[in-house]
């Protein structure tokens, strides 16, 4: 067990629609990381908060969008969902920079959410 | 910017044969690297890491892998899989600083191991 939290574990829905991904990072740690995996794009970087705010955004579409709440828990919200956007989402977290080297730079997975766009 | 080559996209291989996996890094600063492994409808599981210090490292389930500044190579290796170790396997580099670093993975490469 990673310690990070995703739910729900499975989503299905329609295209048009809009869903929230949850996650909650490690005890402690402050950075949250959102991934889009799919077959044919593989594991893709999508946008990074810490401690609240935005850091780092990656090939993260202009439907998507995503916040860190001060509990630092974050959700990230699909909208007009595609087909295309049919992936698995993973969440990870990664220690504070105050943490040795190990802790800034290791990042910890939670299971993921697997969305289906019908 | 950084990139990863996994050069193999498929390993199979024999049960309690050796097995190499391949990763190679683009990077023209100080990196640090990792493997992660993925089993069937899981999340991504850190096998091993290399931060600083010996350029030989262990990893879990009996993984190793060699950090080789001069060939940007950091291969995975076992000298004898098991059935349980079937899985997709991500090379990543770390990279930016302060609260922006991240990892840039590979495209994995999916080691099945065969009876």
């Known amino acids: 067990d990673s310690g990070v939290t995703q739910t729900p574990k499975h989503l299905i829905t329609a295209t048009g629609q809009r869903v929230t991904l949850r996650c909650s990072p490690r005890?402690?740690?402050?950075?949250v990381y959102w991934y889009q995996q799919s077959l044919d794009q593989g594991l893709q970087f999508l946008i990074q908060?810490?401690?609240?705010?935005?850091?780092a955004k990656g090939n993260i579409l202009e439907r998507f969008s995503a916040q860190q709440f001060p509990d630092l828990h974050s959700e990230l919200n699909l909208s007009s969902l595609e087909l295309g956007d049919s992936a698995l989402y993973f969440c990870?977290?990664?220690?504070?920079?105050?943490?040795?080297?190990?802790?800034?730079?290791?990042?910890?997975f939670g299971a993921g959410t697997r969305l289906s766009v019908l | 910017a950084q990139s990863v080559t996994q050069l193999d996209s498929q390993v199979p291989v024999f049960e309690e044969a050796p097995v190499e996996l391949r990763c190679n890094y683009s990077s023209s600063v100080s990196v640090y690297l990792f493997w992660y492994v993925q089993y069937p409808n899981q999340g991504l599981q850190l096998l091993l890491k290399?931060?600083?210090?010996?350029?030989l490292v262990k990893g879990i389930n009996g993984f190793e892998a060699e950090f080789n500044k001069s060939q940007t190579s950091f291969h995975l290796r076992k000298p004898s899989v098991h059935i349980s170790d079937t899985a997709e396997y991500f090379c990543?580099?770390?990279?930016?600083?302060?609260?922006?670093?991240?990892?840039?993975f590979g495209s994995g490469t999916q080691l099945t191991v065969l009876p």
């Open positions: 990543a580099v770390t990279h930016g600083s302060g609260s922006a670093r991240q990892l840039t």
């Open positions: 005890s402690g740690d402050l950075s």
């Open positions: 908060y810490y401690n609240g705010e935005e850091r």
């Open positions: 990870a977290s990664r220690g504070p920079l105050a943490g040795g080297r190990g802790a800034k730079n290791i990042q910890y």
């Open positions: 290399y931060l600083s210090g010996s350029t």
